[in-house]
């Protein structure tokens, strides 16, 4: 009797244990996106004007050196100052380019950039790029997923729509959030595939934690490729792992799509959304959508994390707030989202309260 009554006691306790771990998990992981908004005012301060969500870096080539991300550009208001040096020193050749870390680099796992919830932070080898759980915010419309040289016929194409305070070579400052920086998103989380980056396919099929892509617009149907881009349907994405499951997608060919993707978060080196970035098109731990195709790489990239029922998120202001899954992100129809007559989005989100809190410009006074 004896025997079975510790038991059961022990079954009670191991729960509890469990939850107050994760408990101080969420905390710590809370507590490193309010490290990064502070390390961003920071950095406004000494240049007044937030960092770009992708920019150039300056180093010995200019090979895809535009594609720094904004962790890279706060390192130095982080302590870190040794290691943007370099950055900008080191000629990283085809190692900065390779997607999602394919060539070996120099560059060290981050331990501020990876949260204690997600299992598979730092899993990546010695000898690859490494991730980061952390994403900055693009706003309430499709990021670009790749990247475009700013001297490009294209250039533009990433820059419009995007109305969150970090964009492609766009430095806004504070007076630009004239929705006010306690109401709206600066970072947020992502969960990474366990080892990192892997080409050709992925042994996961996990919503939280990649992607499905498609080189054929027929088969995501989701973004206007043409510039500008906008959303067209949010539905065919939200059908894939609909209610949290998992994907049930069985055509994981490149070349026929879709096709899973594990590139999410793999580099915290690269500024290309699918890296570094999220947008409040859907809600927190939604399915990610993106369309491969030229250079628009169009995509739909929700925060997740492995917390219980939603995402860690650090507002402008430098507060955190803890985002639940079922936040309001709009009908759950079709809506499609127009840029104004100047060919940039205005006017309120049609996203609900996350949509509202993903933009500094469109004259909404939601708050989370």
């Known amino acids: 009797m004896v025997i079975a009554i510790i038991g059961v006691l022990i079954a009670l306790l191991l729960p509890a244990v469990q939850a107050a771990r994760e ?16 390390a961003t005012h920071n950095y406004h301060d000494t240049y007044q004007a937030l960092p770009a969500g992708q920019s150039n870096i300056p180093g010995p080539t ?19 100052a040794s290691l943007y040096d370099q950055i900008k020193t080191t000629d990283l050749g085809t190692d900065w380019s390779s997607a999602g870390g394919d060539v070996a680099l120099t560059i060290p796992k981050l331990d501020f950039l990876l949260c204690s919830s997600d299992a598979a932070g730092g899993t990546q080898p010695a000898n690859k790029a490494q991730g980061t ?10 990021t670009s997923a790749g990247r475009v040289a700013p001297n490009a016929s294209d250039a533009d194409k990433p820059k419009i729509g995007l109305r969150g305070p970090f964009g492609y070579y766009t430095f806004y400052n504070l007076a630009s959030v004239t929705d ?24 996961s099929r996990s919503v939280k934690v990649v992607a499905i ?19 067209l349907d949010r539905s065919v994405c939200r059908a894939f792992g609909a209610g949290g499951r998992d994907y049930s997608v069985t055509n994981f ?12 978060g793999s580099s915290w080196l690269l500024g290309d959304g699918m890296y570094t970035a999220f947008v409040t098109t859907l809600s927190p731990n939604s399915a990610s959508c993106y369309l491969n195709s030229g250079n628009g790489y169009n995509a739909l990239l929700p925060p997740s994390s492995h917390h219980s029922g939603g995402v860690n998120t650090s507002l402008i202001d430098g507060s955190v707030r803890f985002v639940s899954e079922t936040i309001d992100d709009g009908p759950a129809a079709s809506v499609r989202f127009l840029p104004g007559d ?27």
């Open 213 to 231: 892509g498609s080189t054929a617009g027929s088969n995501i149907g989701f973004t206007n490729i043409s510039n500008p881009q906008y959303i």
């Open 342 to 368: 100047s060919g940039k989005v205005s006017g309120e989100s049609p996203f609900g309260i996350w949509g509202a809190m993903g933009s500094i410009d469109g004259g909404e006074s939601e708050t989370l």
């Open 180 to 203: 006010g920086t306690s109401n709206t998103l600066f970072f947020s989380e992502h969960c990474l595939h366990q080892g990192g980056y892997v080409s050709g396919g992925a042994n």
């Open 133 to 142: 759980n952390y994403r900055c915010s693009m706003g309430d419309n499709p």
């Open 62 to 80: 200019t090979t895809d050196y535009y594609r720094g991300s904004v962790f890279v550009t706060i390192l130095p208001f982080i302590e870190m």
């Open 253 to 264: 060919s490149s070349s026929a799509g879709p096709y899973i993707s594990t590139v999410f």
């Open 23 to 38: 408990a101080a998990r969420r905390m710590q992981c809370a507590n490193k996106l309010k490290q990064l908004a502070i």
